[in-house]
């Protein structure tokens, strides 16, 4: 079976070829620059030592320092590693900042080391790389179960190891170590700037327009409150344990799903406002069914490869919202283009994140602050261009959107390669 990273950069190369791109160019395009793999060991709090594969892939750095983030999980592995590195630069490259493509990783399952021993695996993570890392060359930031707290003890690592405070070496650092304000919240904002133009285009408005919601984690909550705030109408949400839909035209506020699933510990069939719960309107349904609801909108905020070719003839959306990263199998793209399917890209989509990363190391470079509204006016503009290139390059050549934006990002890097 062809691995992901095969799969990949068969596509970017599709995308290199419609825009005349010199074969030797596609090629050093598709290579990564740095491919790092070291084994880093640590004490347990039992006394015994154990040893982990970690990586650093270094993509492409023509556009300014490696960016990208740090996944701790039991599947992580090279190709997966060297692919998300790829479309990190891809990605930097459609929203316009200054940065590169990174990715890096250990593989483990992070539930079973506790608190200190997660610490002392962070700052192991760092000596091991420290020669490659820095805010000048490479910025790493968290992504799957990484999180503040990590790039914290990260950054306060590297700034020991260079003998000076070092803020802009990691970003997604908590705001009282320098953190942005805004970045919890940057990727689903970042979708939904993404998603109003698009319906924009579509001629519709939000008001009414149906959203069913895969995963509720970080993305996916952030999205789907915001999505109701701004008048959708929520009709389905899940989380890995399964999701609830709304009948008869009713609509769910995501915050109150949020607290019957605190209350719970998984989303209920039932939908609950305080002690009140309608179990007449709504009802519990699986993940592939939500994946197959009658919505206007499919957002995808959960885990990869959850449109294939076994279920993308039973998606009714009209858009679909890649949040999560790979969410669409992208051999699938054609048939949803040819369905009449609007696919809004990952490396577009979820670009929020790294926006307001980059927006968080050159607070930090310039030892500045800047307000919530600040950093969201500033993401809206970039959001919002960003679109716009991408639908005129899928206008101009007939292309998918996630052919226009690889056009847009390739063009990009290439010009400054
Ligand atoms: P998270 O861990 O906070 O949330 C993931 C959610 O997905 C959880 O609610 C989990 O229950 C749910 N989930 C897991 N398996 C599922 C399944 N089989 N079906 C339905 N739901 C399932 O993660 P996150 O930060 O929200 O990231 C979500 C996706 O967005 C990932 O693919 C990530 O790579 C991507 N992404 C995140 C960011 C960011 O800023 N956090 C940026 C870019 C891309």
């Not at 490696?66 to 490259?93: S, W």
């Not at 959203?211 to 984690?217: D, N, R, S």
């Not at 790979?326 to 490396?347: A, C, E």
């Amino acid at each position: 079976m062809t691995g992901i990273f095969q799969k990949t950069i068969k596509q970017a190369s599709q995308a290199a070829r419609l825009i005349n791109l010199d074969k030797k160019l596609i090629k050093r395009l598709i290579t990564p620059q740095r491919v790092v793999s070291k084994k880093v060991i640590i004490k347990l709090d039992s006394g015994g030592n154990k040893t982990f594969s970690a990586y650093r892939v270094q993509f492409n750095n023509a556009r300014g320092p490696y960016k990208g983030g740090i996944r701790f999980h039991p599947q992580v592995n090279l190709d997966e590693i060297k692919t998300l590195a790829f479309l990190m630069a891809i990605k930097c490259a459609v929203v316009g900042i200054p940065m590169g493509g990174a990715k890096g990783g250990v593989q483990l399952n992070p539930k079973e080391l506790s608190f200190n021993e997660l610490e002392r695996l962070s700052r192991a993570w760092v000596r091991a790389f420290k020669n490659y890392l820095g805010p000048h060359q490479d910025v790493p930031a968290p992504d799957v179960y990484t999180n503040p707290q990590i790039m914290s003890w990260m950054a306060d690592e590297y700034s020991r190891l260079v003998g000076k405070k070092t803020l802009a070496a990691f970003t997604g650092k908590p705001l009282t170590e320098g953190g942005s304000e805004g970045r919890e919240l940057a990727t689903g904002q970042g979708g939904i700037y993404i998603l109003n133009e698009a319906v924009k285009k579509l001629g519709l408005k939000p008001k009414g327009v149906t959203m069913a919601v895969q995963g509720f984690g970080n993305v996916g909550y952030g999205l789907a409150q915001l999505a109701y705030q701004a008048g959708y109408k929520i009709i389905g949400l899940s989380d890995s344990q399964g999701g609830i839909m709304a009948l008869n035209g009713k609509n769910m506020d995501p915050l109150k799903v949020m607290e019957t699933k605190k209350e719970h510990g998984q989303i209920h069939a039932c939908y609950c406002l305080g002690t009140v719960c309608d179990c007449v309107n709504y009802k519990k349904i699986t993940n592939d069914e939500l994946l197959k609801l009658k919505a206007d909108i499919l957002v995808l905020a959960a885990l990869e490869n959850q449109i294939t070719g076994g279920n993308v003839n039973q998606v009714k959306a009209k858009i679909i919202l890649e949040l999560a990263n790979g969410g669409i199998d992208p051999v699938v793209d054609g048939i949803l283009k040819k369905r009449g399917v609007l696919v809004l890209p990952d490396v577009l989509a979820n670009a929020g994140g790294v926006t307001v990363s980059y927006f968080e190391w050159r607070q930090n470079l310039k030892n500045e602050h800047w307000p919530e509204s600040a950093v969201f006016a500033k993401l809206k503009k970039i959001m919002t261009d960003s679109f716009n290139e991408v639908w005129q390059t899928m206008e101009k050549y007939q292309a998918t959107p996630r052919q226009a934006a690889l056009m847009v990002g390739i063009k990009r890097i290439t010009e400054a390669m």
